[in-house]
């Protein structure tokens, strides 16, 4: 086989790791027993902070590593095709993941800002009201005041039958004109804020309409990208079903745990959550799927860490992005390692080099060297 025809292939094989699957081939697919810990007598526990070792330490899946059982007299098309399939269809569903969680913000959103247009369109209305009551007010105390002609200062006097009353009709005016001043202000701010509720209310009506058009929008989207998830499914579902047992072996890998892997111990969150995680090894895979008993790549880490009181995003890409960032030198178990350049796979750092994740259809949960697939970045929760 020719240096680049090998390459193709080691790409495509590799890039399967993916999420997505629902059946495990032969022994590999019996369910864990529950809460089912892989502890190997040892001498001493394996160091959770080691270098990643350079040489493999299971028998890994085609999906994940290149290895020797890529070639008998050639390479493997039918199984370097399905490599590339099911690392498409793992991709696209980690994408549907995120669209889910984008789709659920934009329908939050949707809603606030047509909550607050409906306030706003209250307020507006209310306003109104206010400022149509104080200009009745100003009407009324402008009849009063011109009523029977000039009230000014002048009239007063000569209608004064004392000085006593003159002083009560001075005072009386000054009074009117004063109300009639104030409910005039309050009649023109009132007026001013009528007009900037309704404005505001506008603006609110529209952005409303703007966030439930990209809200639709996302709808259908995710609609029609589901609908090619559930075909790309159906096909690797349909040529996994028809490997061969040889191809079947060399699809699924080895054991799904190292001879000789320690669990290490628990002393924090996260190191309890890898422990519940691996309660499932053996696991089947399944697009979609987050426990207890089958799982996708993110489905898994969400599972895991729910256990132990954390809410992790649903998919990879998110996860990609929240928790914070961690160098390979100071990765710990419980770690999330984050695949591919799109972050569209993630494995839990297990010690030892090792990581845990759920590959794809027909390859159940197991353990992996955590350098098995190009890594994108860490992420601790």
């Given at each position: 086989?020719?240096?680049?025809?090998?390459?193709?292939?080691?790409?495509?094989?590799?890039?399967?790791?993916l999420t997505?699957?629902?059946?495990?081939?032969?022994?590999?697919?019996t369910?864990?027993a529950?809460?089912?810990?892989?502890?190997?007598?040892?001498?001493?526990?394996?160091?959770?902070?080691?270098?990643?070792?350079?040489?493999?330490?299971?028998?890994?899946?085609l999906?994940?590593?290149?290895?020797?059982?890529?070639?008998?007299?050639?390479?493997d098309?039918?199984?370097?095709?399905?490599?590339?399939?099911?690392?498409?269809?793992?991709?696209?569903?980690?994408?549907?993941?995120?669209?889910?969680?984008?789709?659920?913000?934009?329908?939050?959103?949707?809603?606030?800002l047509?909550?607050?247009?409906?306030?706003?369109a209250?307020?507006?209305?209310?306003?109104?009201?206010?400022?149509?009551?104080?200009?009745?007010?100003?009407?009324?105390?402008?009849?009063?005041?011109?009523?029977?002609?000039?009230?000014?200062?002048?009239?007063?006097?000569?209608?004064?039958?004392?000085?006593?009353?003159?002083?009560?009709?001075?005072?009386?005016?000054?009074?009117?004109?004063g109300?009639?001043?104030?409910?005039?202000?309050?009649s023109?701010?009132?007026?001013?804020?009528?007009?900037?509720?309704?404005?505001?209310?506008?603006?609110?009506?529209?952005?409303a309409?703007?966030?439930?058009?990209?809200?639709?929008?996302?709808?259908?989207?995710?609609?029609?990208?589901?609908?090619?998830?559930?075909?790309?499914?159906?096909?690797?579902?349909?040529?996994?079903?028809?490997?061969?047992?040889?191809?079947?072996?060399?699809?699924?890998?080895?054991?799904?745990?190292?001879?000789?892997?320690?669990?290490?111990?628990?002393?924090?969150?996260?190191?309890?959550?890898?422990?519940?995680?691996?309660?499932?090894?053996?696991?089947?895979?399944?697009?979609?799927?987050?426990?207890?008993?089958?799982?996708?790549?993110?489905?898994?880490?969400?599972?895991?860490?729910?256990?132990?009181?954390?809410?992790?995003?649903?998919?990879?890409?998110?996860?990609?992005?929240?928790?914070?960032?961690?160098?390979?030198?100071?990765?710990r178990?419980?770690?999330?390692?984050?695949?591919?350049?799109?972050?569209?796979?993630?494995?839990?750092?297990?010690?030892?080099?090792?990581?845990?994740?759920?590959?794809?259809?027909?390859?159940?949960?197991?353990?992996?060297?955590?350098?098995?697939?190009?890594?994108?970045?860490?992420?601790?929760?």
């Open positions: 086989m020719t240096r680049s025809l090998r390459a193709v292939a080691i790409a495509a094989a590799t890039a399967t790791s997505l699957g629902l059946a495990v081939a032969g022994a590999q697919t369910e864990p529950a809460e089912s810990i892989p502890t190997v007598p040892s001498s001493s526990p394996p160091d959770a902070t080691a270098p990643v070792p350079s040489a493999p330490v299971n028998s890994a899946p999906t994940t590593l290149s290895s020797p059982s890529l070639v008998s007299d050639g390479v098309e039918d199984l370097v095709e399905l490599a590339r399939l099911s690392e498409e269809a793992g991709a696209l569903g980690e994408e549907l993941h995120l669209a889910r969680e984008e789709l659920d913000r934009a329908t939050r959103e949707r809603d606030r047509e909550r607050a247009a409906g306030v706003a209250s307020r507006s209305a209310l306003a109104d009201g206010v400022a149509q009551r104080d200009q009745s007010t100003v009407d009324q105390l402008a009849t009063m005041r011109y009523r029977g002609g000039d009230t000014g200062a002048t009239r007063a006097a000569v209608l004064a039958e004392s000085p006593r009353d003159l002083v009560h009709r001075l005072d009386a005016l000054r009074r009117l004109s109300a009639t001043t104030i409910a005039l202000d309050v023109r701010a009132a007026s001013r804020e009528a007009v900037r509720l309704r404005e505001d209310a506008t603006r609110s009506a529209s952005v309409r703007d966030a439930a058009r990209d809200a639709q929008e996302r709808t259908d989207d995710l609609a029609r990208r589901s609908e090619e998830m559930r075909g790309r499914m159906d096909e690797v579902r349909r040529r996994v079903d028809a490997l061969s047992d040889a191809q079947r072996a060399r699809w699924a890998g080895g054991p799904v745990m190292p001879e000789g892997y320690v669990a290490p111990p628990v002393d924090d969150v996260n190191s309890a959550a890898l422990r519940v995680a691996l309660s499932r090894l053996g696991a089947p895979y399944s697009w979609g799927a987050t426990g207890p008993s089958e799982f996708d790549c993110s489905g898994l880490m969400v599972w895991a860490y729910a256990r132990e009181g954390k809410t992790l995003p649903r998919s990879s890409q998110a996860q990609a992005v929240a928790g914070a960032p961690v160098a390979m030198a100071d990765i178990p419980g770690d999330l390692v984050i695949y591919f350049p799109g972050a569209t796979h993630v494995g839990m750092y297990a010690g030892d080099g090792l990581v845990l994740h759920a590959p794809t259809y027909g390859v159940p949960v197991r353990l992996e060297r955590a350098d098995a697939m190009p890594i994108h970045g860490i992420r601790r929760y």
